[in-house]
């Protein structure tokens, strides 16, 4: 198990580097070094200047040099600073995880309460009208694109309650939970309800599927024969088995969405993660995509690697290989 | 090795057979065996659903084609703007109405016209960068699970940093770093989109590559490349299959992101993604400009997901029996 371990983290640490080494390639390659000391240099800048300013944040170094200093930083605790305000990189994360964080533990507790529970009915009631209901909801959610699924319910749920006299829902933006509970709940249904209803689909599937094959079981006709309730048989002898590749499949998708919800946070205007990323892209702020990036990539190998330790605890067999 | 699993026994180890009767002998054809293909179809064209899904497609496959046709009947250009019978006094788009069927957009464009040209831009990249990643994915998985070993090993820790790179963000930066075109999209979205097929791929090919079969064309004196392609290969046909139909609405999803986010297929070529994205600014005066493109992603979305489905069930009689 510890050799197990061992193997793991260092396979993850490995992905890590690997991953920053391909954004400051990137990087490298576009315009991003030079565009970045012309702005800051200003428009009428002569050559001089704009040298000067590449030399001040390290851009006139070859990219291993660049590097090099990244890697050392990151030793440190440190991940740098922004080109344009000189803000430090762990502070603007700071700042943006919060946000991105309530908007994906709120998500994913909705998305998971949802997909187990149509799964299940679906799964019980195999091919009755509910079933076939939920199955149909359930590809019309999982088809449907998350800005397209976000802008109908501001559409409906901002534009058109307001436009009725029923002003509940803000268009977007963030409250943070400090300055005022009751308003930072009120911003995030309207998020929440949009990344749980498109997340929700596979969960169905996977809880209906697994449930249906557990139920098939012979220990579950064991249950049946010694005569326990029809409820309990279902919940605590099947839905027990059936939820581990649903826990696993949690795990792995609150994983990536720690890294930041581009889109839903984009519709909302909820300035998360995801959303600073865009901007960063945008002004090629390296050391903040950079520091992002890294952040997510991180919640998914560590994800990943909680899922696989679970599982390791829970069936033996998968520890061998 | 006697219990193959399902879609083992449903691989076809030839191509289906073009039914061109006349070329057949006689003889032949008194016991006519059904190939596993046709078996497939057969399913497939029993559900009714799938078959609904389909003739959506082929509709919107139609509509992309006779793209052209709607502006000619309309008398409206894709990109032309008619900032006097189309565009309020006040700036603000037209509702529906007899003339412009669907409205118009903030600058005055025919809305219905370019629906009908973005289709053609999800279609194509959904299509083409699907066939493009399921192409490398194959590749690739079956390299890897093929010669195991080191290449294997490569080939697995390239799968995994794919996967665990976030797609959004990496696809911007790459956009965002060359000029938006329609070639960097699909390449982009390929890039990312490889390394899921591979995985599927290559564990197939682990427990393939043991059969017998697969020793005795080695025994023969087979080459690697012929034992992959020719042996292998069409036994992971039926999988990649599946994941071709299932992966296109994903794909044309992502196009459709890319071009929300603004680095997608650069204006002012129509595009779904790219017009909900102008219609976000102005949804309070214009509903249309944002509820009839989003229709338009959704019920294409919604038929590939749902002929994925039957396309699954059709290949797979084991889901089959399950599902229906």
């Given at each position: 198990?510890?050799?197990?371990?061992?193997?793991?983290?260092?396979?993850?640490?490995?992905v890590?580097?690997?991953?920053?080494?391909?954004?400051?390639?990137?990087f490298?390659?576009?315009?991003g070094?030079?565009?970045?000391?012309?702005?800051?240099?200003?428009?009428?800048a002569?050559?001089?200047?704009?040298?000067?300013?590449?030399?001040?944040l390290?851009?006139?170094?070859p990219?291993?040099h660049?590097?090099?200093?990244?890697?050392?930083?990151?030793?440190?605790?440190?991940?740098?600073?922004?080109?344009?305000?000189?803000?430090?990189?762990?502070?603007?994360?700071?700042?943006?995880?919060p946000?991105?964080?309530s908007?994906?533990?709120?998500?994913?507790?909705?998305?998971?309460?949802?997909?187990?529970?149509?799964g299940?009915?679906?799964?019980?009631?195999?091919?009755?009208?509910?079933?076939?209901v939920?199955?149909?909801a359930a590809l019309?959610?999982?088809?449907?694109p998350?800005f397209?699924l976000?802008?109908?319910?501001l559409?409906?749920?901002?534009?058109?309650?307001?436009?009725h006299g029923?002003?509940?829902?803000?268009?977007?933006?963030?409250?943070?939970?400090?300055?005022?509970?009751w308003?930072?709940?009120?911003?995030?249904?309207?998020p929440?309800?949009?990344l749980?209803?498109v997340?929700?689909?596979?969960?169905?599937?996977?809880?209906r599927?697994?449930?249906?094959?557990?139920?098939?079981?012979?220990?579950?006709?064991?249950?049946?024969?010694?005569?326990?309730?029809?409820?309990r048989?279902?919940?605590?002898?099947?839905?027990?088995?059936?939820?581990?590749?649903?826990a696993?499949?949690?795990?792995?998708d609150?994983?990536?969405?720690?890294?930041?919800?581009?889109?839903?946070?984009?519709?909302?205007?909820?300035?998360?993660?995801?959303?600073?990323?865009v901007q960063?892209?945008?002004?090629?702020?390296?050391?903040?995509?950079?520091?992002?990036?890294?952040?997510?990539?991180?919640?998914?190998?560590?994800?990943?690697?909680?899922?696989?330790?679970?599982y390791?605890?829970?069936?033996?067999?998968?520890?061998?290989? | 090795?006697?219990?193959?699993?399902?879609?083992?026994?449903?691989?076809?180890?030839?191509?289906?057979?073009?039914?061109?009767?006349?070329?057949?002998?006689?003889a032949a054809?008194?016991i006519?065996?059904r190939?596993?293909?046709?078996?497939?179809?057969?399913?497939?064209?029993?559900?009714?659903?799938?078959?609904?899904?389909?003739?959506?497609i082929?509709?919107?496959?139609?509509?992309?084609i006779?793209?052209?046709v709607?502006?000619?009947?309309?008398?409206?250009?894709?990109?032309?703007?008619?900032?006097?019978t189309?565009?309020h006094?006040?700036?603000?788009?037209?509702?529906?109405?007899?003339?412009?069927?669907?409205?118009t957009?903030?600058?005055?464009?025919?809305?219905?016209?370019?629906?009908?040209y973005?289709a053609?831009?999800?279609?194509?990249?959904?299509?083409?960068?699907?066939?493009?990643?399921?192409?490398?994915?194959?590749?690739?998985g079956?390299?890897?699970?093929?010669?195991?070993?080191?290449?294997?090993?490569?080939?697995?820790?390239?799968?995994?940093i794919?996967?665990s790179?976030?797609?959004?963000?990496?696809?911007?930066?790459?956009?965002?770093?060359?000029?938006?075109?329609?070639?960097?999209?699909?390449?982009v979205?390929?890039?990312?989109?490889w390394?899921?097929v591979?995985?599927?791929?290559?564990?197939?090919?682990?427990?393939?590559?043991e059969?017998?079969?697969?020793e005795?064309?080695?025994?023969?004196?087979?080459?690697?490349?012929?034992?992959?392609?020719?042996?292998?290969?069409?036994?992971?046909?039926?999988?990649?299959?599946v994941?071709?139909?299932l992966?296109?609405?994903?794909?044309i999803?992502?196009?459709a992101?890319?071009?929300?986010?603004?680095?997608?297929v650069?204006?002012?070529?129509?595009?779904?993604?790219?017009?909900?994205?102008?219609?976000?600014?102005i949804?309070?005066?214009?509903?249309?400009?944002l509820?009839?493109p989003?229709?338009?992603?959704?019920?294409?979305?919604?038929a590939f997901?749902?002929?994925?489905?039957?396309?699954?069930?059709?290949?797979?009689?084991?889901?089959q029996?399950?599902?229906?």
């Amino acid at each position: 198990m510890v050799r197990f371990l061992i193997r793991r983290v260092l396979t993850g640490a490995l992905v890590l580097l690997l991953v920053t080494m391909v954004v400051f390639v990137i990087f490298y390659v576009g315009p991003g070094p030079k565009a970045v000391a012309h702005v800051l240099a200003g428009k009428q800048a002569s050559p001089s200047e704009i040298a000067a300013e590449a030399k001040r944040l390290h851009l006139n170094l070859p990219l291993w040099h660049q590097y090099w200093i990244f890697l050392v930083n990151i030793l440190h605790g440190n991940l740098g600073y922004d080109y344009y305000h000189g803000e430090s990189v762990v502070s603007i994360i700071g700042q943006a995880f919060p946000i991105t964080l309530s908007l994906a533990l709120g998500a994913a507790v909705l998305w998971l309460t949802i997909g187990v529970l149509t799964g299940v009915v679906s799964a019980v009631r195999s091919r009755s009208v509910a079933d076939r209901v939920l199955t149909v909801a359930a590809l019309v959610f999982y088809s449907m694109p998350t800005f397209v699924l976000g802008l109908l319910m501001l559409l409906v749920f901002y534009y058109v309650l307001t436009t009725h006299g029923l002003a509940f829902f803000p268009p977007g933006g963030y409250t943070p939970i400090g300055t005022s509970p009751w308003l930072w709940f009120k911003g995030l249904i309207l998020p929440w309800i949009t990344l749980a209803l498109v997340s929700a689909a596979p969960y169905t599937r996977l809880t209906r599927g697994a449930l249906l094959d557990v139920l098939g079981e012979d220990y579950i006709r064991t249950a049946r024969a010694k005569g326990l309730a029809e409820r309990r048989v279902t919940y605590r002898h099947g839905l027990r088995a059936a939820l581990t590749p649903v826990a696993s499949q949690f795990g792995i998708d609150v994983g990536v969405l720690l890294g930041g919800a581009v889109i839903t946070e984009t519709v909302f205007s909820m300035p998360g993660l995801g959303y600073t990323a865009v901007q960063a892209i945008q002004t090629q702020d390296l050391p903040v995509i950079i520091g992002i990036v890294l952040i997510a990539a991180t919640a998914v190998v560590v994800a990943n690697l909680l899922v696989d330790i679970v599982y390791a605890l829970l069936d033996p067999r998968v520890r061998l290989h | 090795m006697s219990n193959l699993p399902p879609q083992e026994v449903m691989s076809p180890t030839a191509p289906a057979v073009p039914a061109e009767d006349d070329l057949v002998p006689e003889a032949a054809r008194v016991i006519e065996g059904r190939s596993p293909w046709r078996l497939a179809y057969e399913r497939l064209h029993r559900d009714r659903a799938a078959m609904i899904a389909l003739g959506v497609i082929l509709v919107i496959v139609v509509v992309a084609i006779a793209a052209p046709v709607f502006s000619l009947v309309t008398g409206h250009g894709p990109d032309q703007q008619f900032r006097t019978t189309g565009l309020h006094s006040d700036g603000l788009p037209y509702a529906p109405n007899a003339r412009f069927l669907l409205g118009t957009d903030d600058q005055g464009r025919d809305i219905l016209v370019r629906i009908a040209y973005g289709a053609r831009i999800s279609l194509l990249v959904g299509v083409v960068a699907t066939l493009l990643e399921v192409a490398i994915g194959t590749i690739l998985g079956l390299a890897a699970g093929y010669f195991g070993g080191a290449v294997d090993t490569l080939i697995a820790r390239l799968i995994d940093i794919v996967l665990s790179i976030p797609f959004l963000l990496f696809a911007i930066s790459l956009v965002s770093i060359s000029h938006p075109s329609l070639k960097i999209v699909i390449i982009v979205i390929a890039v990312f989109g490889w390394a899921a097929v591979a995985r599927i791929v290559r564990g197939q090919v682990f427990s393939i590559r043991e059969k017998e079969y697969i020793e005795a064309a080695r025994s023969l004196g087979a080459s690697p490349w012929r034992i992959m392609f020719i042996d292998i290969l069409p036994n992971v046909v039926a999988p990649i299959t599946v994941y071709i139909t299932l992966l296109i609405p994903v794909t044309i999803v992502a196009e459709a992101s890319l071009s929300y986010l603004g680095v997608g297929v650069p204006p002012p070529t129509p595009d779904w993604g790219q017009m909900i994205a102008e219609a976000q600014n102005i949804y309070q005066q214009a509903w249309w400009f944002l509820v009839f493109p989003s229709l338009a992603l959704l019920i294409t979305t919604v038929a590939f997901n749902i002929l994925g489905d039957g396309v699954r069930d059709a290949l797979d009689p084991r889901t089959q029996q399950l599902f229906k």
